[in-house]
């Protein structure tokens, strides 16, 4: 698996929904090792309800539920939710529920037992949903990363603010992710409609990393700075 579909699923929210005691506790603890919150529910009524309260990323559901089917539980979720990554699972192949399931943008309908192979592959998959839905989160770990629309750092839950020329400074180097990016090419970027001393750079630079809790912007000799 990718890092960065690994990164996203370490940082997310996985619902359970599985009516057998025994399937739902230890497929819980199978899941665990992949994503990062798992939310167990022993019917469909139960994981509306988990869904509606703690609005998880994934979701895993067996067809064959108490109070509420997969297929109910599903199509009410969908007129929320059109784009969350839904599996289904399933001991039957039952031919009246698959056709039900092509309607609902499924990630797999996975019939019963489920391999480890294709464990790997729905998460993987459903991760990389994940990472086209919410572009605007670029990972460092699964506890650190930028938020573009709000122009903020979250690391560990905490909301860490940047100063505007600070916003700009990381940006330019997220956007040449990878890349050197040289110290004249920043303070073209940076400081075009103003003079700035020559110092004005390498104070930015000394402000953030003292607010970043990972090394994330790494000097590249005196000729500019990365962020790998």
Do not use: W
């Not at 469909?44 to 297929?71: C, R, S, Y």
């Amino acid at each position: 698996m990718k890092k960065d579909c690994e990164l996203i699923l370490k940082s997310s929210t996985l619902l359970l929904a599985e009516d057998d005691k025994f399937v739902r506790e230890s497929f819980g603890r199978v899941l665990s090792l992949y994503v990062g919150n798992i939310l167990l529910a022993k019917d469909g009524e139960e994981a509306l309800e988990l869904f509606e309260k703690e609005q998880p990323d994934i979701i895993i559901t067996d067809v064959k539920m108490p109070k509420l089917n997969g297929i109910e539980l599903i199509k009410k979720i969908r007129e929320e939710n059109r784009s969350i990554p839904i599996i289904i699972t399933s001991a039957y192949s039952d031919r009246e529920y698959l056709l039900d399931a092509i309607k609902l943008s499924l990630v797999e309908y996975i019939i019963k037992p489920m391999k480890e192979s294709q464990l790997n592959s729905v998460l993987e998959n459903s991760a990389k949903i994940l990472l086209d839905n919410s572009k605007t989160k670029i990972y460092f770990d699964e506890n650190n990363y930028y938020d573009y629309t709000n122009k903020q750092f979250i690391s560990n839950s905490n909301f860490i603010s940047l100063t505007n020329k600070e916003i700009e400074f990381f940006e330019l180097l997220l956007a040449h992710r990878g890349e050197l990016v040289t110290k004249v090419k920043i303070e073209d970027k940076l400081y075009i409609y103003e003079e700035a001393p020559p110092s004005a750079l390498k104070n930015l630079v000394f402000k953030l990393r003292k607010k970043l809790p990972l090394d994330i912007v790494k000097t590249y000799g005196k000729l500019g700075y990365i962020i790998e």
